[in-house]
């Protein structure tokens, strides 16, 4: 994890507890006689979550409907931080922070969550992006029950990333974003069932498991991520004007060497891939300038 990353040292019960007492219903002891929580348990996920917005990022009320995703904090945070350590590296070493720094966070679901973290840890504003209706209607909802500087805006044309969320006289120092890695419904559903495997489940994993881990659009779309991530570089050539770094999750690493010949052929001024780590799990980002 990022060394300024709050959860660097693991999770402290007894500091969540006492943010959200519910929670502790749900502590379950593991071998070595430390508490931990069911990961497989979507109540015990959202009120980890919960407790821990609470205790570390100041957030009264955070809740999402069932079938949404519930992202996991630490990670969240790590992407965060890398964003901070990219705009330093532009500003002598130094990283900006305050309402001058505005974020664009594209797809921010109704979790709110990449907003929330990065308003708290670095007084950033932000504005959110999504297709959805009703995610955007939770985020929004999210956003005025704890005062947050943000702006959660409908995307209407699915096809589109920028246009109609960024407009003709806004400036965006830096744009985020976690696309869909499925390219179908099918690939999403091999993969949750890869995730209650790991977790030492033999459920089959069906509609209802899936829902646990998000839906259609958070989890799929035309093209999965290489598609998606194609189509933000392609679009993101009409708004170079308008944006310091454009950034984008990538979750498989067979799409690095495609997408940065895309933008070697986009003539973009920079681009570089910065590589995180969470445990053992590698994540990284794609980042480009004009």
Not at 92 to 101: A, E, F, L, Q, Y
Not at 122 to 149: M, P, T
Not at 199 to 227: S, T
Request: net charge positive; aromatic share 10%; proline share 4%.
């Amino acid at each position: 994890m990022h060394p300024r990353n709050k959860h660097l040292s693991g999770y402290n019960f007894d500091i969540l507890v006492k943010h959200l007492p519910e929670l502790s219903n749900y502590l379950i002891t593991k071998h070595d006689g430390e508490s931990t929580i069911n990961f497989a348990d979507k109540s015990a996920v959202l009120l980890l979550n919960k407790a821990l917005l609470s205790a570390y990022y100041d957030i009264r009320f955070w809740d999402l409907p069932e079938q949404f995703l519930c992202p996991p904090i630490p990670g969240r945070a790590d992407y965060i931080h890398a964003l901070a350590d990219l705009l330093a590296d532009d500003n002598g070493g130094v990283i900006p922070t305050g309402k001058s720094v505005r974020c664009l966070d594209i797809g921010t679901g109704a979790n709110l969550v990449y907003p929330i973290l990065g308003q708290s840890i670095y007084k950033w504003r932000f504005v959110g992006s999504d297709i959805n209706e009703v995610a955007v209607k939770v985020a929004q909802n999210i956003s005025k029950a704890n005062k947050l500087n943000v702006k959660v805006k409908l995307q209407n044309n699915a096809d589109m990333i920028f246009s109609g969320i960024v407009g003709p006289t806004d400036y965006f120092d830096i744009t985020m974003c976690n696309p869909p890695f499925h390219a179908n419904a099918e690939e999403a559903l091999k993969g949750t069932q890869r995730k209650w495997k790991n977790l030492g489940l033999n459920e089959k994993a069906d509609e209802k498991l899936l829902n646990f881990g998000g839906h259609a659009p958070e989890l799929w779309c035309d093209g999965g991520e290489f598609g998606f991530v194609k189509n933000m570089i392609i679009q993101s050539a009409h708004f170079k004007e308008q944006v310091g770094w454009f950034t984008c999750l990538i979750s498989k690493k067979d799409n690095l060497s495609p997408l940065t010949k895309l933008l070697k052929q986009q003539k973009v001024s920079r681009f570089k891939t910065v590589k995180m780590l969470q445990g053992n799990k590698q994540s990284r980002f794609l980042a480009w300038c004009y």
